[in-house]
């Protein structure tokens, strides 16, 4: 098992920047791409980033080229999202997940291991 803790999350302004973090814990070696989604109030939850364990490959939704890097330090271990320039359309609950089987991935459903949100708010 894995298990995977969110936070940085908050309350911001229009065009701020803000960075999210997730902390594996348990069978982190079995994982092979940490990534982050995003959910907002009554829409699907979207893929947002993904990177493999060994930091060297990265996978990023169109709509957020540009706008978030997402990196990570596998001696804590602990995968990152720094979003910059937020708009309120941004306000969600961002998740991060992890896969166990080889590649990148946007699709929820490759996802085996979720942790529970940290809520970003931005405000106009």
């Known amino acids: 098992q894995v298990q995977l803790v969110e936070s940085g999350g908050g309350l911001v302004q229009t065009g701020a920047s803000l960075r999210l973090s997730c902390t594996a814990s348990g069978r982190t070696s079995s994982t092979y791409a940490t990534g982050w989604f995003r959910q907002a109030p009554g829409k699907e939850r979207d893929f947002v980033a993904a990177i493999s364990r060994s930091g060297i490959s990265t996978y990023y939704a169109d709509s957020w080229k540009g706008r978030v890097t997402i990196s990570r330090d596998n001696a804590k271990p602990t995968v990152y999202l720094q979003m910059s320039s937020l708009q309120p359309e941004d306000t969600a609950v961002y998740y991060c997940?992890?896969?166990?089987?080889?590649?990148?991935?946007?699709?929820?459903?490759?996802?085996?291991?979720w942790g529970q949100g940290t809520q970003v708010t931005v405000s106009s």
């Open positions: 997940a992890a896969k166990v089987s080889f590649g990148l991935a946007d699709s929820r459903s490759e996802y085996d291991y």
